[in-house]
């Protein structure tokens, strides 16, 4: 009898566990259920990898991502710090972030993390599998903050989550604190060209714009919305006085410097004049988006700024917080590539 009770129990235990399950609330306001046990992520928007490895160090349960992310892991050094996510499958994305569903069946995850502000075509497949599907967008510092929360809970890395959003607040108030005093004509005007040569910017709604304001400079597209194409005539009547390269481009600031485009003469911009012209860093992600490094991307570009506000060595601020947040050090090679100083 004892023997029966005994095995009854153990069932009864495995029972439990195997149900045992946790709810998020997505960025849709949809209960999404999960396994306790999170073990296999596929994931589409393009930050989400490097911000899971920020919170469990490893980004060893990511089983699929998105190209693009996997371009950054492989063109950073995530692929030095974490060598796993380099084996993560990319091949179930058909164009954009529309997915080819048995591909995503394949890698049998128990979760997939999509975009919900990009219309339901995108989301609403991945649904009808019964696969626990996580609605994100993009992107806030708010949209941020709520991604470091439901990814903390999916990985039961809360704490870590928590660390990350009390630094990002911090630093917020300290840079309100620093730049919000300044004259408007002190304030440097910047462009920011995320696509290199292709002419793209981002004006008013967007986080870049967000930042640029935070930093104490003034985003000459802050009159558009959005994301838009710009001529080359808007940008020489613009005439920034610094220009960022952002990492969804291979260009340099050389190729502008030196006018390898064709179509395109940069001889007269003030920035160029100056080589005010600036890449982006590339960290564990690219600096440009909101993610789990922001903060050091707003101390990048007070520096470049407003030099005398910026009374540090952006190397010895980015080791300080690898080693804070990843329990990593980094080498000066390393660092020299995060800052494009490595030939």
């Known amino acids: ?124 497949p991945l649904d009808r599998t019964g696969i626990p599907v996580i609605g994100l967008k993009y992107g806030s510092q708010e949209d941020l903050e709520v991604w470091l929360t439901i990814f903390g809970e999916l990985l039961d ?18 840079f309100e604190a620093q730049t919000t005093n300044i004259p ?41 919305e959005g994301w838009k194409i710009v001529t080359m005539e808007q940008i020489m009547l613009w005439n920034p006085d610094i220009i960022y390269v952002g990492n969804f481009s291979d260009e340099m600031p050389e190729d502008f410097i030196t006018n390898s485009f064709e179509s395109q003469d940069w001889s007269t911009i003030n920035a160029i004049k100056e080589k005010a012209i600036y890449k982006v860093p590339l960290g564990v992600y690219r600096w440009d988006p909101p993610s789990q490094e922001s903060p050091l991307m707003w101390k990048w570009l007070l520096k470049k700024q407003h030099p005398e506000l910026a009374d540090y060595d952006m190397k010895v601020v980015t080791g300080d917080f690898y080693e804070e947040f990843y329990d990593y050090t980094l080498s000066e090679e390393q660092l020299s590539e995060i800052f494009y100083e490595v030939e």
Not at 28 to 47: A, N, S
Not at 65 to 72: K, L, Y
Not at 76 to 95: C, D, E, R, W, Y
Not at 199 to 218: H, M, S
């Open 1 to 124: 009898m004892k023997r029966i009770q005994i095995v009854i129990l153990l069932i009864l235990i495995t029972f439990s566990v195997s149900f045992s399950s946790k709810v998020i609330v997505d960025q849709r306001g949809e209960e999404v259920v999960l396994k306790d046990d999170i073990q296999r992520i596929v994931t589409l928007p393009m930050p989400a990898p490097a911000l899971l490895f920020a919170l469990d160090k490893s980004g060893e349960k990511i089983v699929g991502m998105h190209p693009s992310s996997m371009t950054a892991v492989k063109d950073s050094i995530l692929s030095q710090m974490a060598p796993a996510m380099l084996q993560a499958n990319t091949g179930f994305v058909k164009s954009g972030f529309e997915t080819n569903v048995e591909e995503v069946l394949k890698l049998n995850p128990d979760v997939i993390l999509q975009w919900c502000d990009k219309g339901e075509k995108i989301i609403e």
């Open 184 to 224: 408007n004509e002190e304030k440097p005007k910047i462009l920011y060209l995320p696509y290199g040569s292709q002419l793209y910017t981002t004006g008013k709604g967007t986080y870049n714009d967000f930042y640029f304001g935070l930093t104490g400079a003034n985003n000459v597209a802050s009159d558009i």
């Open 157 to 174: 890395e809360q704490e870590q989550a928590a660390k990350f959003i009390e630094f990002h607040r911090k630093a917020i108030e300290d």
